[in-house]
């Protein structure tokens, strides 16, 4: 593990977030801190970790004959939970990092970190709200080959949350989030993106635990690094208003559903005739068949980013259905198959020239075996194609993993509250 990360100027936040922690602590002694500490060992197969098309010449794009490869994986993850003045004032701090090395593709050998930092406060009976930092570093996800060497992408966000509870039923949500994404190699830095948001609306709650909000959001998203070119093909920046509608509805103590359906208006700096609105929606049903068996259902549809020079927008469309599985107190099974739809808007229409659609099919699943309390095996694994149609030949990949995890914590249930325990 490359040691010299700690020492970037990206986590400066990090250790000054580690000072005022332990200040918090000193001061607050007598209050219970929480503490998880995973630690993750894996090794995995991936037969196309660049995504190369199946026409590809691999010798020509690789220099060897072979596309797939294996990885030996590391990673640390932790969580501190820390009351202040009550239980619903807190200090939440999560983080991993982990170190990925590659047997063959040795220049996509990289470093991982994702961080982020709360404060979770209440005023009384009326305020309640959230300031949160995070920061993360992944490898890139690699599209259709174009790309080879290592790419890291960089994002940090920053929110705030406040609502204003009038009544138990009745609340006033409000947030603020300024986000930036960077990108470390030139071919990709005029993806390099800065979003500015606000949200806010009305939320109504019932005895059952079930709510429903209607609220209004606003993002503006600029490109910094694009030059006259880019601009004249893929313009400076855009502007998106939404309005919608959000519940959560707990229809039996054994099915629960909840979305978001969004109208959304989208208007591009100075490409009007790009300009264009459309309908986002985000649904989940989730059914206890059994005290062992869940079922669930996510659909999809909402335009996103491809970073792709001929690509102005993505809109994308998709069904997964997946089911969990408690086969014994020490042994989980995961399955989900998905199908998803994507519609790409190219920058130039060319006359006659229709947007490509690629469809896009994945099967997998995962099993974790409880060895001990704290150590458990896992193994997860998916297949997935993708058909390009007139945009490209078809990519396939397959990825086989396993692993062996331990985690420490000194409150039960930490691990679910905090995301760290639900991965696979």
Do not use: C
Request: no cysteine; glycine share 8%.
């Amino acid at each position: 593990m490359n040691a010299r990360i700690f020492q970037s100027p990206r986590l400066t936040f990090i250790r000054s977030y580690l000072i005022g922690s332990l200040l918090l602590l000193s001061i607050h002694a007598n209050a219970t801190t929480e503490l998880l500490l995973q630690l993750d060992s894996s090794w995995r197969y991936d037969s196309n970790p660049l995504r190369l098309t199946e026409n590809v010449d691999i010798r020509t794009a690789l220099g060897t004959d072979r596309k797939s490869d294996s990885v030996i994986a590391t990673d640390v993850r932790f969580a501190i939970v820390h009351p202040l003045d009550s239980p619903e004032t807190q200090l939440v701090f999560t983080g991993q990092l982990g170190n990925q090395g590659y047997r063959q593709l040795t220049q996509l050998d990289n470093t991982e970190y994702a961080y982020k930092g709360s404060l979770e406060w209440r005023s009384g009976d009326l305020w309640k709200g959230r300031l949160l930092r995070s920061q993360e570093q992944q490898l890139y996800d690699y599209l259709n080959g174009t790309l080879t060497i290592r790419e890291m992408v960089h994002r940090t966000t920053d929110t705030a949350e406040v609502a204003l509870r009038v009544t138990p039923d009745l609340e006033f949500p409000f947030s603020i989030q300024n986000q930036q994404k960077r990108y470390d190699t030139p071919t990709n830095r005029m993806f390099d993106s800065r979003r500015r948001s606000l949200d806010g609306g009305v939320q109504f709650r019932n005895e059952a635990g079930s709510n429903i909000s209607v609220g209004l959001r606003s993002a503006e998203v600029n490109f910094p690094e694009r030059t006259v070119a880019h601009i004249a093909s893929l313009d400076s920046g855009y502007g998106d208003n939404e309005i919608y509608l959000a519940s959560d509805w707990r229809y039996s103590v054994f099915t629960r559903l909840s979305g978001r359906i969004g109208s959304l208006q989208r208007t591009y700096a100075t490409l009007e005739s790009k300009n264009f609105s459309t309908l986002t929606t985000e649904l989940r049903v989730q059914h206890d068949y059994s005290p062992k068996t869940r079922l669930t259902i996510d659909f999809w549809s909402r335009p996103d980013e491809v970073a792709d020079s001929t690509i102005l927008y993505a809109m994308v469309s998709g069904l997964r259905v997946g089911t969990t599985w408690l086969a014994s107190d020490k042994t989980r099974v995961n399955l989900q198959a998905s199908k998803e739809l994507q519609r790409y808007q190219y920058v130039t229409t060319i006359p006659g020239q229709s947007n490509p659609e690629l469809h896009r099919l994945r099967i997998g699943g995962s099993g974790t075996y409880a060895v001990s309390r704290d150590i458990q095996m896992y193994i997860d694994g998916f297949r997935d194609r993708l058909d390009q149609g007139t945009f490209g030949a078809n990519i396939g990949q397959n990825m086989l993993r396993v692993g062996l995890e331990y985690t420490f914590e000194n409150v039960k249930g930490l691990a679910q509250r905090t995301a760290l325990g639900e991965r696979r």
